[in-house]
């Protein structure tokens, strides 16, 4: 029985995914950085939070004492952020990072010596399809997003030959509370992109209620675990959302540029 790590399992599509990969019989620990409040969940909780090194350590070294082997990690805790980047305070812009990149990083870093003991496993990051490309007023979120891609790039060809394979999963639009848990720039008065900024809010938690089914995003997750061997990059999400990283690759720039304005009305 593989033993799967999810960070950020909580809510949202971490819940999901603990939540269908245990009832596929995996052993199943997902954390929070307040376990206690979590329940009604069927998988084991631990503590961990991603801009903490030492309970990163810490929940590593409690699942391995309890399994004796660490199969996969499923890296998904994560922030959003939204604001014109003018209006963005700096520190915030670096609060995502730590949270979206450096912190995913961290918790590799905790896992691979496990991993290469075992010569085997798998470290899944999930991402975002927003992180191909730069979108307006989530241009930190894209860039964080984005930057985790080829971090997982670069990883993925430095472990190989341990046995580990590093997946990137790319979701688009699905149905949870992530919206809540975003750090919003304020819409100040006086700001050059008030109107549209408040327009654009508008739009996204609309993308966001009108989401997938997390479960979708779960079963996929499944599917690549079973998989002997691998893609780097995958994408799950609408027809179009997929289809927008294949226009970005084909059309001129200014062409695709155009095609983001009249969708968010810029």
Do not use: C
Request: hydrophobic share 40%; glycine share 10%.
């Amino acid at each position: 029985m593989k033993v799967v790590l999810v960070t950020g399992a909580s809510s949202g599509i971490g819940k999901a995914i603990a939540g269908f990969l245990h009832e596929q019989k995996y052993i199943v620990y997902g954390t929070s950085r307040n376990p206690e409040k979590v329940t009604n969940v069927p998988f084991k909780m631990v503590s961990l939070d991603v801009l903490d090194v030492l309970s990163i350590k810490k929940a590593v070294k409690t699942i391995i004492a309890n399994e004796g082997r660490l199969d996969v990690l499923i890296n998904n805790a994560g922030k959003g952020i939204t604001g014109a980047i003018e209006d963005t305070p700096t520190d915030e812009m670096k609060a995502n990072f730590d949270t979206n990149f450096f912190g995913p990083i961290e918790v590799m870093k905790a896992v691979l010596p496990q991993m290469r003991a075992q010569k085997s496993g798998k470290i899944i990051n999930i991402t975002s399809i927003a992180g191909y490309m730069g979108l307006p007023f989530r241009g930190i979120y894209s860039a964080s997003k984005g930057a985790l891609e080829l971090i997982t790039e670069a990883t993925n060809m430095e472990v190989k030959n341990f046995g580990i394979n590093v997946i990137n999963v790319a979701p688009g639009d699905f149905s949870t509370n992530i919206a809540s848990g975003r750090y919003h720039t304020p819409v100040f008065e006086g700001s050059a992109y008030k109107q549209k900024y408040e327009e654009n809010l508008a739009l996204m938690d609309g993308h966001v209620n009108e989401g997938m089914d997390p479960l979708v995003m779960a079963k996929g997750i499944y599917d690549i675990l079973n998989t002997k061997k691998p893609k780097i990059h995958y994408k799950i999400g609408g027809f179009m959302e997929k289809f927008s990283i294949v226009l970005k690759r084909v059309l001129p720039d200014t062409w695709y540029e155009k095609l983001l304005m009249n969708h968010y009305k810029l």
